[in-house]
């Protein structure tokens, strides 16, 4: 019952703080710095409270956080930092060893991951705060959709996890249902790093909907919907201290970026390795430093590669394409689309070619295909390094298809330096 109340008195203030109502949640209570202090846990050092989000949904039957993030309040200069932390973020689960970040809610739940992220940034977590996304999309709807600018087209099918995501480019209102996928999508050039910024965009277009009176009158629903979406360990009289305290909160005064860091692959699998010193710094506020190159990242190929005009060639790829596994390599398919997306090119299907014999990597493309087909299929083979001669139709693809041959790891390296690049 505490955490339905903690729900319930958590959204309440902040609808109420961010509609033009504070005065009347201040009515209840009025808290200073220091009373705030007298309630809640915080480090005396810093004067700095620390709340773990956690985002979770519902993928094969099983729980898992799918958007972590840490949020520091400054108590004294009313001040809140909030980091996003990439869920494919590289740590030490405790009795698990090294492994991606997200998993540590698989294995432990809250309080397994609340013990990775304490030991990962060395820094306390005093409460934590739990989302589940099945409510996320009502609470949308009922606040009438988000305005975003989506800058590139976003398409995803994932038949196995029953997602399909299919958001056009430019500047709309997305419903529940689409702003849920928004904050999904990490199938593109960035990765989680991208799902990570939209996710951060999206939160500050919420709120500024939430600054409209209009949202005053949704309160006793948005309060039903928090108790079915959030749980927490702050008590109801702590969360409405807090939130009440940061009803005023001035813009210039709510910080979001981050994790630093660089993506790297070890041992085959794709990881984002933190920076834990720079992350400690911006959470304290102390301004970003410039990274210099790190001795021992691995460098793009060079020659061809670096000659490419991607701006050029990615703006010639005006449709999604499939991938073909010709020779036979289990995986082969499932690796190359997430080459191909870290570039920025989205893959619409991933299958098996009619025998495993290729031994060199082709392009074909629908024989009825249109002008704009065409030089998709012309760019992508420049950027997959494909001679001219083995860019061919064939009345087989329903779409631009690049078949994977015996030369895959060419072909692979080939896309790891583009990414890079």
């Known amino acids: 019952m505490k955490i339905l109340k903690t729900a319930a008195i958590l959204l309440l203030a902040i609808t109420s703080a961010f509609g033009g109502a504070a005065m009347r949640v201040r009515t209840f209570v009025d808290p200073k710095p220091q009373t705030i202090k007298e309630s809640i846990s915080f480090t005396e050092e810093s004067g700095t409270t620390n709340i773990l989000l956690i985002g979770i949904d519902d993928v094969g039957g099983g729980r898992r956080a799918d958007a972590i993030a840490f949020a520091t309040v400054d108590i004294d200069n009313k001040i809140v930092r909030l980091m996003s932390i990439p869920r494919d973020t590289r740590v030490q689960i405790p009795g698990r060893g090294w492994d991606k970040i997200n998993h540590a809610y698989a294995y432990g739940g809250v309080e397994k991951l609340r013990e990775t992220v304490v030991n990962y940034l060395g820094l306390p977590v005093n409460y934590f705060l739990l989302v589940n996304y099945d409510s996320f999309p009502a609470v949308i709807d009922l606040i009438g959709g988000v305005e975003v600018d989506v800058e590139r087209r976003m398409i995803y099918n994932d038949y196995a996890g029953k997602l399909f995501i299919n958001i056009p480019k430019g500047f709309q209102k997305l419903d529940g249902k689409n702003a849920l996928h928004y904050v999904r999508f990490r199938h593109d050039a960035l990765g989680d ?67 630093p860091g660089r993506a790297a692959y070890i041992s085959n699998i794709s990881y984002w390795v933190g920076d834990t010193t720079a ?111 083995l860019v061919t139709k064939s009345s087989a693809v329903p779409h631009v298809t690049l078949i994977i041959g015996k030369d895959k790891e060419k072909v692979l390296k080939r896309f790891e330096s583009l990414a890079a690049k």
């Open 193 to 259: 790093i991208g799902r990570v910024k939209r996710q951060q965009q999206f939160i500050k277009a919420a709120l500024k909907k939430m600054q409209t009176p209009a949202m005053i009158t949704k309160i006793p629903e948005l309060v039903q919907k928090a108790i079915e979406m959030v749980s927490s360990d702050m008590t109801a009289a702590q969360a409405l201290q807090l939130v009440s305290y940061l009803a005023n909160l001035s813009p210039e005064n709510l910080h979001f970026f981050t994790m």
């Open 279 to 389: 992350a400690s710094d911006l959470l304290a506020g102390i301004p970003e430093k410039t990274q210099e190159p790190v001795s021992g990242d691995v460098e793009p190929d060079k020659g061809s590669v670096a000659e490419l005009d991607m701006e050029i060639l990615m703006a010639s790829i005006k449709s999604p394409v499939s991938i073909l596994n010709g020779a036979g390599v289990s995986g082969l398919g499932k690796v190359t689309a997430e080459a191909l997306q870290k570039i920025g090119i989205d893959v619409a299907h991933i299958g098996n070619a009619k025998h495993f014999d290729y031994r060199t990597t082709s392009v074909q493309y629908p024989d009825k295909g249109t002008e704009e087909t065409v030089n998709t299929a012309r760019a992508l083979a420049e950027i997959a390094g494909v001679d001219k001669k």
